[in-house]
């Protein structure tokens, strides 16, 4: 046999099994594509619907609380209207007949009037009392005739509502208040809760109102919300149920029920309120579809809506998904089997293709083969896309075509992924820790505002930005919350590597790895420009005092607090001696150095929390502290005059000492002494009007 001749079989041999091999090589590759490409359909269509179930849960979420608020306000807008309707019909009653009747007659005449005006199912009517607590038109009696005092009438929670009625009245003419009282059709003496409008009627220094129980208006919204619930549908079998946290059914099934109902399967319910404690979650169980009595296995997600004590809930029907997965599986199936016999007819025209010209092609046709079998393991390891410029055969280039197309989008959603991550890393001010604490991963939007470093953050905990003066319990409450599970929300204050604050809100939540957690994410939002803002808006420009409009917010807080405790509650009223005489001799800014000396000198003498110091304005400061017993109160405001005269700031026009010094009214009084703030300002501003009286330099207090 010619030597050309072997050559050329040998050649030809060669470039069969070559191109053989790329055959069994580009199968392989396609059937794992397959695979991966399988299983990833399923993953992903699963998300799919169950992100759309769960943005149908949040979505009737959000439409409760919106549809609450709606019908709160019509509530509250029907209640003015009835109370304005009452007035007019007083006011006209009034106008008609003042210069022809008595007032006697015309009070008559009014009260008939408005006594048999009901509304709720004759829950709802009008009541008028005089704004000195005498009963009017009451629980839809007329008292005229009788000289009926309901002045200091509390109810169940111990207000005084006629009292605070009359207070609206007299000082803003109208108003709503919340209070208690029976339901007049019903005679088992409860009292409810009830929401409450009146209205100053000024000819008879009346006040006429009329109320709304909450648990019916709360009743009747509820009522009209289950009602929207219960006609939602999408998909096939999409519907959203209800349940209340007592095991009662409030929609099941697609349909609102009449009455609510035991909710029957034990440990579904069960399951559901595990999942309500997490926030909210996806649970699998079996269910029937609507109008079939067949069950099938479900996915579904719950959320509580914890004021009315709802579990909201929907879900989607794995047999359903199964049939979308088993179509898309069946369609790229086809397509596999279609390239595959695409691949067929190529092969077999390439061997027919070599065996004709293999003597003169076998080196180039090997090479092709190697670029090629090179290519499609770059691509299956790095899904990177096969460069046809190195391929000289059309038939070659189709082959990398169709892996190019099946990597084509791979690529697309990774990058999307990506860019998406690259997005959060710049922008987003985020965090992960190990369950200990320590730092294992950081974005790039941390490190900008913390001034450090990845490679700086990386190992360390989060004390590397703790500020000073953020307290230990602060820290210690946040770590308890976070190892019940609890996401914490919260502001702190951090401080940068050069030294410098910065307020961040915070959002931190467990990672989970098997029910058990593994660590923590942090999600951050800058707000310091803002916490300046608040910062500058309630301090005092010379002092760095906290200033008036502060002062207001805190004693009514304060003085609500020790309300509620029944404690002791403390306030000083503070006034520099002689301060214009000092003005007049010093100048000015002697007078703001003054101040600010004696600003300073309160704020180190109130440090303990509790204690507030402010200035109240010109030479006036206040201070709102805290003490067990009125006497070491006065010890207490004694001492701030002894450390302010100690400052010895020269004062020779004074007439009590040749020293700055301060007059101070005292206020220690049992809060349930006390009318309200008001009343505590107004003694210590007497208090101190006293200790001027007497000479200055000393303190005068009201026990």
Known sequence: MQLSNITSRTNFTIAFISIFFTFIISLYFQFENFKEESNLIQKDYINIKKREVKTEVNKVYNQIEQKEKEINNHIKELLEKRVHLAHTIATSIYNDNVNIKTDKEIKYLIVTALKNISFSSKRAYFFINRNDGKAILFNTKSKLNENTNIWNLKDKAGKLFIQEQSNIALKKDEGFLKTHFVKPDLKDGVQY????????????????????????????????????????????????????????????????????????????????????????????????????????????????????????????????????????????????????????????????????????????????????????????????????ELLTYD??????????????????????????????????????????????????????????TREELIGKSHNIVRHPSVSKEFYEN???????????????????????????????????????????????????????????????????????????????????????????????????????????????????????????????????????????????????????????AKEFSKNILKIIEDLKIKHEDSQTSKYITVSIGLVSKQSNKLKDENELYKLADESLYEAKEKGRNQVVVKE
């Open 478 to 632: 946040m770590w308890k919350d976070l190892k019940a599970g609890e996401i914490w929300r919260g502001e702190i204050l951090n401080l940068r590597k050069n030294g410098e604050e910065y307020w961040v809100d915070t959002i931190i939540q467990a990672i989970y790895k098997k029910d058990k957690i593994e660590g923590y994410t942090a999600i951050r939002h800058d707000i310091t420009d803002k916490k300046k803002v608040e910062y500058l808006s309630i301090t005092d420009e010379l002092t760095k005092l906290k200033n008036r409009r502060f002062f207001n917010k805190i004693i009514e807080k304060e003085f609500l607090r020790a309300k509620r405790n029944n404690s002791l509650i403390n306030f000083m009223m503070i006034d520099i001696d002689y301060f214009k005489k000092y003005n007049d001799r010093y100048g000015h800014q002697s007078g703001d150095e003054a101040l600010k000396e004696v600003a300073n000198a309160l704020k180190n003498a109130t440090k303990r929390a509790g204690d507030y110091t402010f200035r109240l304005g010109g030479e006036e400061f206040g201070v709102l502290f805290i003490s067990k017993t009125s006497k070491q």
């Open 395 to 452: 038939e070659f280039e189709d082959l990398a075509n169709s892996l190019n197309k099946t990597l084509k989008s791979r690529n697309k959603a990774i990058i999307k992924q990506q860019d998406y991550l690259e997005i959060i890393n710049t922008h987003v001010i985020t965090s992960s820790t190990d369950i200990e604490g320590d730092i294992t991963n950081v974005s790039d939007a941390f490190c900008e505002i913390s001034g450090y």
């Open 193 to 388: 809760p009830k929401l409450t409008y009146v209205k100053m009627f000024k000819p008879f220094n009346w006040h006429i109102g009329t109320g709304e129980y909450i648990d019916d208006m709360t009743k009747e919204i509820q009522e009209t919300i289950l009602k929207d619930i219960a006609s939602i549908r999408y998909g096939l079998h999409g519907y959203i149920f209800v349940n209340r946290v007592d095991r009662k059914a409030l929609v099941f099934n697609g349909e609102k029920l009449k009455k609510p109902k035991e909710y029957k399967n034990i440990d579904l319910f069960n399951l559901q309120m595990e999942k309500i404690r997490n926030g909210g979650d996806f649970f699998t169980y079996n269910f029937k579809k609507l109008n079939t009595s067949e069950e099938f296995e479900k996915i579904s997600y719950v959320k509580s809506y914890d004021k009315w004590g709802w579990i909201i809930g929907s879900g989607l029907y794995t047999d359903e998904v199964k049939k979308h997965i088993e179509i898309r599986k069946k369609e790229l199936q086809n397509n596999i089997t279609n390239q595959s016999i695409s691949l067929v007819l190529v092969f077999m025209f390439l061997s027919l293709l070599v065996y004709l010209i293999s003597k003169q092609m076998s080196l180039k046709l090997e090479n092709n083969i190697s670029n090629l079998v090179n290519s499609f393991r770059k691509a299956s390891r790095k899904n990177q896309k096969i460069n046809t």
